[in-house]
């Protein structure tokens, strides 16, 4: 569904440098995290001038997306860098919901008339949308799916916490027909559809709930095999959150270290106390460890196992990391870092809040549980210690 | 047959890893060959248990320069790349024809050290028998009283008039010292002067009067290593590497060495984890939902690592290692202490009595889980490397760095 990975994992090109700065410049100018502050203090979704910027100056928004539907045919890869810079300063708005959610979600379920309709119009930055998958529960499981659809296709059910969906202008929709689940389409002022904004922990992301009475919607792609390309869509957006983690905690651990190498007390830098340094060392080790698990995923190819298994461990070490770096980073700010001024409670608060979206780590870990099976039941039929050998003829 | 030229090997990855095999199937003896290819893993290690054709085949191997690929050609090398000869490694790991871990110290640690420091006389001598596997070294830097601190090692040699050395004092933590042909010693010259410029170095031949290796009792219950004493040992001042007093840049070499190509290229596989989940799974801890998720948050985290050494190995172009050689280092010392006692709780009884004979290798994981982050610098000097190395955090303080050697306080 992506373009194939053609570099060598790891191998950074000149376009990843170019690309990762231009996004970079571009955010600090018009969003650095004093914006992303400022708009979640005055409860506004986004900055729509600068949404639009970053669609037509850069193309962010269709970076990723085929051609044929309006984007760039570029790889997921390309995304995962724009992302981590969109984490470093904690962006929020639709960006993230519409390219890494549902726009994977409308692609894995290969309705082309929809995606023909819906994606050049997320391409060129003039349509947001949210995938609502869960019910309250958090877990993204086919089995708890209960809202349900229809023979004339009417939805009934809710959806919550959905990230944007009370203000993106497409909804995809994971919902139980006679055939199943399926993805079905949602706009905003369909009779039967309720939207309400619900209060967050994170206010950079918004978080709405959804209230469906028989509302009338579009089924796209195969009836009864929703799922598969709900599966799909959390993967990618697996890969994209760690990414974006690993953004954040890079900028958790660029504050923390500047911090530690400006403040004095006892006549030091702090940053000269042991206690402050092994902490911080330790940040470090996550965050690189958390870069390393973010990228391998993002380098292999959406669809092979090897996509799954790495945006599953990516999802699991990543958000945990990440969590720990924020409550670090308050720690080693001590007092100032307590603060509602400081930015460093904008970081715990969003790790917190991603821990809960796309499944917690403890559900992706018993996810795994299979893949890990599979390893050690190779590891018992590997007796010899090295490969059989192929004789050359 | 001998192989090309380096400038000769193929220069595409898989034409080379090729040009390896064939070699390697045209030069090992055929019943060594047949046994690999059967996949008999008794039989190849019963070809290489025998000291006379274990040698023989060392003496082939060192001869082709594959032995020690990234040496310059002329001395012992092929003059490859790091990535290259990592490549060559792995053909030698698969036919079970590379050199064995006991010559870390020897190829990985002596030889480059040689090649940087030594006279074209330590050099004809010494690297042509490292490359051929005819000397086993053993390291001899840590003492009682420098572990951490190193620089801090009290070993005196003292020059004599003919120009010899007489060295005295004691080295611990010296693997294989008891079986070594020679040593890497590095020894105090002048005491007057601050730690790090009162050393020399030195390759000292083991069976020199006055050296006694001992073993060295670990915790485990094993010795695999030695503690060593020098007592009035006469060392010439040929054996003497690098000029008097600078030592330390030369053990700066020696300590360096990490890339070096001869381990294969690092992959995201199976590890340590994996072999845990298939003991829970006959122990029946597998059931306990808790356990589960543990062993799978250790999976996840030893694959995050594995990410991590490729990332490290695609980064550093050179051979040189770097501060993100420490954030690996803290890494694996974590996950093994966490793997150490979770494999003893996957054990019925928690691992604490088993039937005489019965011993679980739950055991020896635990009580061996804290090595790596003692071994080769405590996890303690990692974090102060890396928050000042990649975090600029300000460099610790050592009252004594500039005080002569001799002034310094004891304890």
Known sequence: MYAEQRDPEFGWTGEHRQLRETVRGLLAERAPVSRSRELAEVGERYDPALYAALAEQVGLQGLALPERFGGYGGTLLDLAIVVEEMGRVLHGGPFFPTVALAAPALMAAADEAACAEYLPRIADGTLTAALAVVEGSGVWSADDVSTTADIGGLLTGAKFPVLDGADADLLVLAARGPEGVSLYLVEPGTPGLRRAPMETLDGTRRMGRLTLDRTPARRIGTPGQGWAAVVQAREVASVLMAAEQVGAMAACVELTAEYAKTRRQFGRLIGSFQGVKHRLADMAVRLEMSRSAAYWAAWQDPGTDEFSFGAATARSFCSEAYLQTAQDTIQLHGGIGFTWEHDAHLYLRRARADMALLGTPTQVRAELETTVLAAAAELDSAVPAWPAIEVPA | ?411
């Open chain 2, 1 to 411: 047959m001998t192989l090309a030229h380096p400038v000769d090997l193929p220069a595409a990855e898989a034409d080379l890893a090729d040009a390896v095999g064939a070699w390697l199937r045209e030069n090992l003896p055929p019943d060594w060959l047949a046994a690999v290819d059967a996949g008999d893993h008794a039989a190849v290690e019963r070809i290489r248990a025998d000291p006379g054709r274990r040698a023989a085949w060392f003496d082939v191997l060192g001869a082709s320069g594959l032995a020690t690929p990234t040496w310059p050609w002329g001395q012992g090398g092929l003059g490859l790349t790091a990535d290259r000869a990592s490549i060559v490694t792995e053909q030698l790991v698969r036919y079970r024809a590379e050199r064995p871990n006991q010559d870390f110290v020897g190829l990985t640690l002596a030889g480059p050290t040689i090649l940087e420091w030594g006279t074209d006389e330590q050099k004809a001598a010494r690297l042509p028998a490292l490359a051929r596997g005819r000397e086993l070294w053993c390291q001899l830097f840590s003492e009682p009283g420098a572990g951490s601190d190193l620089a801090a090692l009290s070993t005196r040699a003292v020059q004599r008039e003919d120009s010899s050395w007489l060295v005295n004092g004691q080295k611990v933590w010296n693997s294989y010292a008891h079986l070594a042909d020679f040593g890497l010693l590095m020894a105090r010259t002048d005491p007057a002067a601050p730690k790090h410029r009162g050393i020399t170095y030195f390759l000292l031949d083991m069976r020199t009067p006055g050296v006694e290796p001992r073993p060295l009792k670990q915790m485990t219950g094993n010795a695999e290593f030695n503690e060593t004493f020098l007592t009035d040992v006469v060392v010439p001042d040929s054996a003497r590497l690098g000029p008097v007093n600078q030592g330390w840049a030369v053990a700066i070499t020696t300590l360096m060495q990490e890339r070096n190509g001869l381990s294969g290229r690092p992959v995201v596989g199976q590890g340590e984890s994996d072999r845990l989940v298939g003991r829970a799974l006959t122990t029946g801890a597998w059931r306990d939902p808790l356990l589960r998720d543990r062993l799978v948050s250790a999976f996840v985290e030893e694959r995050a690592l594995q990410m991590t050494t490729i990332r490290g190995f695609v980064a550093a172009g050179s051979g040189a290692p770097t501060a993100e050689g420490s954030i690996r280092k803290l890494a694996h010392a974590t996950l093994s202490e966490k793997l150490g006692v979770l494999g003893t709780e996957l054990e019925p009884d928690g691992a604490v009595a088993w039937d005489a004979g019965e011993r679980p290798v739950a055991v020896d994981a635990f009580l061996a889980m804290k090595t790596y982050s003692i071994a080769g610098g405590t996890s303690e000097i990692q974090r102060n490397i890396i928050s000042e190395r990649v975090l600029g955090m300000p460099k610790d303080p050592d009252p004594e760095r500039h005080k002569p050697f001799q002034e310094r306080s004891r304890g």
